[in-house]
Protein backbone atom coordinates (compact mmCIF):
# COMPACT_ATOMS: atom_id res chain seq x y z
CA UNK A 1 0.00 0.00 0.00
CA UNK A 2 3.03 2.01 0.00
CA UNK A 3 2.93 5.55 -1.56
CA UNK A 4 6.06 5.35 -2.00
CA UNK A 5 7.55 4.13 -5.25
CA UNK A 6 10.77 2.31 -3.89
CA UNK A 7 13.54 0.27 -5.69
CA UNK A 8 13.41 -2.73 -3.77
CA UNK A 9 15.00 -6.26 -3.88
CA UNK A 10 13.79 -9.45 -4.82
CA UNK A 11 13.44 -10.60 -1.32
CA UNK A 12 11.34 -7.81 -0.57
CA UNK A 13 7.46 -7.62 -1.76
CA UNK A 14 8.43 -7.29 -5.22
CA UNK A 15 5.29 -7.71 -8.06
CA UNK A 16 4.97 -8.78 -10.97
CA UNK A 17 3.05 -9.55 -13.82
CA UNK A 18 1.32 -12.41 -14.38
CA UNK A 19 -2.27 -13.80 -16.01
CA UNK A 20 -4.53 -10.49 -17.13
CA UNK A 21 -4.70 -7.97 -14.32
CA UNK A 22 -3.00 -10.70 -12.09
CA UNK A 23 0.07 -9.56 -10.15
CA UNK A 24 2.33 -12.03 -8.47
CA UNK A 25 4.56 -11.52 -5.38
CA UNK A 26 7.27 -14.14 -4.73
CA UNK A 27 7.58 -13.11 -1.53
CA UNK A 28 3.79 -14.07 -0.87
CA UNK A 29 4.51 -17.26 -2.69
CA UNK A 30 7.57 -18.31 -0.47
CA UNK A 31 5.68 -16.50 3.13
CA UNK A 32 2.04 -17.41 2.46
CA UNK A 33 1.44 -20.58 3.89
CA UNK A 34 3.38 -19.64 7.06
CA UNK A 35 1.23 -16.53 7.79
CA UNK A 36 -2.03 -18.57 7.77
CA UNK A 37 -0.58 -20.92 9.68
CA UNK A 38 0.08 -18.31 11.98
CA UNK A 39 -2.73 -16.17 12.12
CA UNK A 40 -5.55 -19.04 11.58
CA UNK A 41 -5.66 -19.75 15.29
CA UNK A 42 -6.30 -15.34 15.81
CA UNK A 43 -9.34 -15.81 13.64
CA UNK A 44 -12.91 -15.82 14.72
CA UNK A 45 -15.30 -18.29 12.90
CA UNK A 46 -17.54 -15.53 11.59
CA UNK A 47 -16.82 -11.87 11.46
CA UNK A 48 -15.37 -9.22 9.45
CA UNK A 49 -11.61 -9.01 8.61
CA UNK A 50 -9.80 -6.03 6.96
CA UNK A 51 -6.78 -6.34 5.29
CA UNK A 52 -4.61 -3.39 4.79
CA UNK A 53 -2.50 -3.07 2.15
CA UNK A 54 -3.51 -6.12 0.22
CA UNK A 55 -1.49 -5.86 -2.78
CA UNK A 56 -1.26 -8.47 -5.27
CA UNK A 57 -4.48 -10.44 -3.38
CA UNK A 58 -2.13 -13.15 -2.93
CA UNK A 59 -2.59 -13.42 1.30
CA UNK A 60 -6.21 -12.62 1.27
CA UNK A 61 -7.44 -15.40 -0.98
CA UNK A 62 -5.76 -18.12 1.60
CA UNK A 63 -6.77 -16.38 4.53
CA UNK A 64 -10.44 -16.44 3.48
CA UNK A 65 -10.23 -19.76 3.06
CA UNK A 66 -9.60 -20.86 6.31
CA UNK A 67 -12.65 -19.19 7.87
CA UNK A 68 -16.02 -19.41 5.74
CA UNK A 69 -17.88 -16.92 7.97
CA UNK A 70 -15.40 -14.64 7.76
CA UNK A 71 -16.08 -11.74 6.23
CA UNK A 72 -12.89 -10.04 4.54
CA UNK A 73 -12.66 -6.56 3.22
CA UNK A 74 -9.43 -5.91 0.82
CA UNK A 75 -8.16 -2.74 0.26
CA UNK A 76 -5.23 -0.74 -1.52
CA UNK A 77 -4.14 2.47 -2.51
CA UNK A 78 -2.78 1.41 -6.31
CA UNK A 79 -5.52 0.67 -9.43
CA UNK A 80 -2.99 -1.59 -10.93
CA UNK A 81 -2.93 -3.44 -7.36
CA UNK A 82 -7.09 -3.01 -6.92
CA UNK A 83 -7.36 -5.00 -10.31
CA UNK A 84 -4.51 -7.88 -9.22
CA UNK A 85 -6.40 -8.43 -5.96
CA UNK A 86 -10.04 -8.46 -8.15
CA UNK A 87 -8.59 -11.19 -10.71
CA UNK A 88 -7.35 -12.95 -7.59
CA UNK A 89 -10.28 -13.29 -5.68
CA UNK A 90 -12.71 -14.03 -8.90
CA UNK A 91 -10.24 -16.77 -9.37
CA UNK A 92 -10.71 -18.14 -6.56
CA UNK A 93 -14.15 -17.81 -6.27
CA UNK A 94 -14.43 -17.47 -2.46
CA UNK A 95 -18.04 -15.94 -1.48
CA UNK A 96 -16.33 -14.31 1.71
CA UNK A 97 -14.63 -11.99 0.33
CA UNK A 98 -16.30 -8.36 -0.88
CA UNK A 99 -15.01 -6.24 -3.61
CA UNK A 100 -11.84 -4.64 -3.04
CA UNK A 101 -11.52 -0.32 -1.78
CA UNK A 102 -8.96 1.94 -1.88
CA UNK A 103 -7.63 2.52 1.19
CA UNK A 104 -4.75 5.01 1.97
CA UNK A 105 -4.61 3.62 5.93
CA UNK A 106 -1.55 6.27 6.45
CA UNK A 107 -4.39 9.19 6.68
CA UNK A 108 -6.20 9.92 10.07
CA UNK A 109 -9.64 8.99 10.29
CA UNK A 110 -10.60 6.01 8.48
CA UNK A 111 -10.72 3.88 11.33
CA UNK A 112 -13.99 5.84 12.64
CA UNK A 113 -17.38 4.01 12.49
CA UNK A 114 -15.78 0.76 11.15
CA UNK A 115 -15.94 -2.52 13.06
CA UNK A 116 -14.02 -4.94 12.45
CA UNK A 117 -13.05 -8.18 14.16
CA UNK A 118 -9.46 -8.83 12.60
CA UNK A 119 -7.41 -6.46 11.07
CA UNK A 120 -4.36 -7.81 9.14
CA UNK A 121 -1.34 -6.30 7.40
CA UNK A 122 1.86 -7.51 5.82
CA UNK A 123 5.20 -5.80 4.58
CA UNK A 124 3.75 -2.12 5.47
CA UNK A 125 5.42 -0.74 8.22
CA UNK A 126 8.97 -0.39 7.43
CA UNK A 127 7.69 1.10 3.68
CA UNK A 128 6.28 4.20 5.35
CA UNK A 129 7.62 6.91 8.16
CA UNK A 130 6.95 6.69 11.76
CA UNK A 131 4.60 9.34 11.82
CA UNK A 132 2.34 7.41 8.55
CA UNK A 133 2.88 3.65 10.94
CA UNK A 134 1.75 5.42 14.07
CA UNK A 135 -1.37 6.56 12.40
CA UNK A 136 -2.05 2.98 10.82
CA UNK A 137 -1.94 1.76 14.34
CA UNK A 138 -4.05 4.11 15.78
CA UNK A 139 -6.78 3.83 13.07
CA UNK A 140 -6.73 -0.01 13.41
CA UNK A 141 -7.46 0.25 17.40
CA UNK A 142 -10.49 2.44 16.26
CA UNK A 143 -11.65 0.43 13.79
CA UNK A 144 -11.53 -3.44 15.86
CA UNK A 145 -14.30 -4.21 17.80
CA UNK A 146 -14.17 -5.24 21.53
CA UNK A 147 -12.11 -8.14 21.72
CA UNK A 148 -10.69 -7.38 18.21
CA UNK A 149 -7.49 -8.16 16.91
CA UNK A 150 -4.81 -6.38 14.81
CA UNK A 151 -2.11 -8.84 13.15
CA UNK A 152 1.04 -7.21 11.40
CA UNK A 153 3.31 -9.00 9.69
CA UNK A 154 6.68 -7.92 8.42
CA UNK A 155 10.43 -7.40 9.08
CA UNK A 156 11.12 -5.46 12.45
CA UNK A 157 13.98 -4.39 14.48
CA UNK A 158 14.73 -5.95 18.05
CA UNK A 159 15.48 -2.94 20.11
CA UNK A 160 18.16 -0.71 18.37
CA UNK A 161 19.64 -4.06 16.64
CA UNK A 162 18.43 -6.22 13.75
CA UNK A 163 17.75 -9.91 13.35
CA UNK A 164 20.73 -10.44 10.77
CA UNK A 165 22.77 -8.43 8.22
CA UNK A 166 20.73 -9.03 5.54
CA UNK A 167 18.28 -7.13 7.52
CA UNK A 168 20.35 -3.99 8.24
CA UNK A 169 20.85 -4.08 4.73
CA UNK A 170 17.61 -4.19 3.50
CA UNK A 171 17.21 -1.18 6.09
CA UNK A 172 20.17 0.63 4.80
CA UNK A 173 18.70 0.60 1.26
CA UNK A 174 15.60 1.61 2.53
CA UNK A 175 16.60 4.72 4.04
CA UNK A 176 19.20 5.66 1.75
CA UNK A 177 15.67 6.33 -0.78
CA UNK A 178 14.03 8.26 2.09
CA UNK A 179 15.05 8.76 5.44
CA UNK A 180 11.86 8.59 7.17
CA UNK A 181 11.17 5.25 6.59
CA UNK A 182 12.73 1.79 7.42
CA UNK A 183 12.86 -1.34 9.80
CA UNK A 184 10.15 -0.43 12.96
CA UNK A 185 11.42 -2.03 16.49
CA UNK A 186 9.14 -4.34 18.15
CA UNK A 187 9.43 -2.05 21.49
CA UNK A 188 8.44 1.26 19.21
CA UNK A 189 4.82 -0.09 17.36
CA UNK A 190 3.99 -1.83 20.70
CA UNK A 191 4.81 1.42 22.49
CA UNK A 192 2.34 3.67 20.12
CA UNK A 193 -0.69 -0.39 20.07
CA UNK A 194 -0.77 0.28 23.93
CA UNK A 195 -1.05 4.09 23.69
CA UNK A 196 -4.07 4.03 21.42
CA UNK A 197 -5.82 1.25 23.45
CA UNK A 198 -4.18 -2.48 22.13
CA UNK A 199 -3.16 -4.84 24.49
CA UNK A 200 0.10 -6.46 22.33
CA UNK A 201 0.99 -10.36 22.94
CA UNK A 202 4.17 -12.23 22.42
CA UNK A 203 5.24 -11.84 18.77
CA UNK A 204 4.82 -14.89 16.24
CA UNK A 205 8.39 -15.82 15.38
CA UNK A 206 7.97 -16.16 11.36
CA UNK A 207 10.81 -17.46 8.46
CA UNK A 208 13.10 -15.16 7.14
CA UNK A 209 13.62 -13.87 10.96
CA UNK A 210 10.33 -12.15 10.51
CA UNK A 211 7.95 -11.05 13.10
CA UNK A 212 3.73 -11.26 13.49
CA UNK A 213 3.05 -8.29 15.88
CA UNK A 214 -0.39 -9.50 17.77
CA UNK A 215 -2.24 -6.88 19.48
CA UNK A 216 -5.88 -6.81 20.76
CA UNK A 217 -8.33 -4.18 21.78
CA UNK A 218 -10.10 -4.46 25.29
Same mark, same amino acid.
Given at each position: MSPKRLNLPDTASLARHGQGAKLNAPSAERNGAAIVNAVTPYLPVTGKALEIASGTGQHIVRLAAVQAGLIWQPTDIDTDRIASITAWVKEAGLPNIIPPRVLDATLAGWGEGAAYDVVFLSNLLHLISGGEART??????????????????????????? !????????????????????????????????? !?GLIPEDPLRMPANNLILVARKP
Amino acid at each position: MSPKRLNLPDTASLARHGQGAKLNAPSAERNGAAIVNAVTPYLPVTGKALEIASGTGQHIVRLAAVQAGLIWQPTDIDTDRIASITAWVKEAGLPNIIPPRVLDATLAGWGEGAAYDVVFLSNLLHLISGGEARTVITETATALTAGGVSLSYGPFRRGEGF !ASDSDRRFNESLISQDPEIGYKSVEQVQEWQRA !AGLIPEDPLRMPANNLILVARKP
